[in-house]
């Protein structure tokens, strides 16, 4: 667009961050601060009304599909409210903008982004799962008895979880978080916020993994 392209001719900061400075970031807060709540108190009641109310979906697959509904209100609370995150790419630095961010280490941030983001999954495969096995003929190879599929979501569930783990135990805040702060790239955002986690030194890096 024209305004991308002036931006970059005009540009003061590496990788295009003028345009996250001047406005892209101040546009995401106010995204998230005018869908949240039009997600929460409208979009996702009215879809448990048509769920509970106007449709013949079998009671083990509209109890799943409720909880995934609640799970997606949940989730847009989380990032449209409380733990706003914005990521400063390409640099390895997440900007929290949020009403509850904090001084909180960035492991257990971490773990609260994967706990919120995973948990919205695992009802709605469930919800595949059991409409997949109802539409099979009964002679079909593929159909699962009840404890196969108890199993199977066993399964999923808990490759699906043990990502909260992964993600707190792998993220740790780089020992050069400060020096990466003053640089002029990234000194701005301290005036939207100062809660800023910093990954690594340089672009594309993912963090200090450990065994």
Same mark, same amino acid.
């Given at each position: 667009?024209?305004?991308?392209?002036?931006?970059?001719?005009?540009?003061?900061?590496?990788?295009?961050?003028?345009?996250?400075?001047?406005?892209?970031?101040?546009?995401?807060?106010?995204?998230?601060?005018?869908?949240?709540?039009?997600?929460?108190?409208?979009?996702?009641?009215?879809?448990?009304?048509?769920?509970?109310?106007?449709?013949?979906?079998?009671?083990?697959?509209?109890?799943? *599909?409720?909880?995934?509904?609640?799970?997606?209100?949940?989730?847009?609370? *989380?990032?449209?409210?409380?733990?706003?995150?914005?990521?400063?790419?390409?640099?390895?630095?997440?900007?929290?903008?949020?009403?509850?961010?904090?001084? $909180?280490?960035?492991?257990?941030?971490?773990?609260?982004?994967?706990?919120?983001?995973?948990?919205?999954?695992?009802?709605?495969?469930?919800?595949?799962?059991?409409?997949?096995?109802?539409?099979?003929?009964?002679?079909?190879?593929?159909?699962?008895?009840?404890?196969?599929?108890?199993?199977?979501?066993?399964?999923?569930?808990?490759?699906?979880?043990?990502?909260?783990?992964?993600?707190?135990?792998?993220?740790?805040?780089?020992?050069?978080?400060?020096?990466?702060? $003053?640089?002029?790239?990234?000194?701005?955002? $301290?005036?939207?916020?100062?809660?800023?986690?910093?990954?690594?030194?340089?672009?594309?890096?993912?963090?200090?993994?450990?065994?």
């Amino acid at each position: 667009s024209f305004y991308f392209s002036v931006t970059a001719m005009n540009a003061t900061l590496n990788y295009g961050l003028d345009v996250d400075r001047d406005g892209l970031l101040a546009l995401s807060i106010t995204i998230r601060q005018i869908a949240w709540p039009i997600s929460v108190f409208i979009v996702h009641p009215f879809s448990l009304f048509v769920l509970l109310r106007k449709t013949d979906m079998d009671k083990d697959c509209t109890i799943a *599909y409720a909880v995934h509904t609640i799970l997606m209100m949940i989730f847009d609370v *989380y990032h449209g409210l409380l733990h706003q995150i914005y990521a400063l790419l390409p640099c390895p630095i997440l900007l929290c903008t949020g009403i509850l961010c904090s001084s $909180q280490s960035p492991r257990f941030m971490m773990s609260l982004i994967a706990l919120v983001d995973t948990s919205v999954i695992i009802p709605y495969l469930f919800v595949i799962m059991r409409m997949h096995q109802k539409i099979l003929i009964q002679s079909s190879s593929l159909r699962l008895s009840n404890r196969s599929q108890a199993l199977a979501m066993f399964s999923l569930a808990s490759m699906i979880m043990a990502m909260v783990y992964t993600f707190g135990a792998w993220s740790k805040e780089s020992s050069a978080r400060q020096s990466v702060l $003053q640089t002029p790239d990234v000194a701005w955002a $301290q005036s939207y916020t100062h809660h800023i986690v910093v990954f690594g030194e340089r672009e594309n890096e993912i963090g200090e993994f450990r065994n």
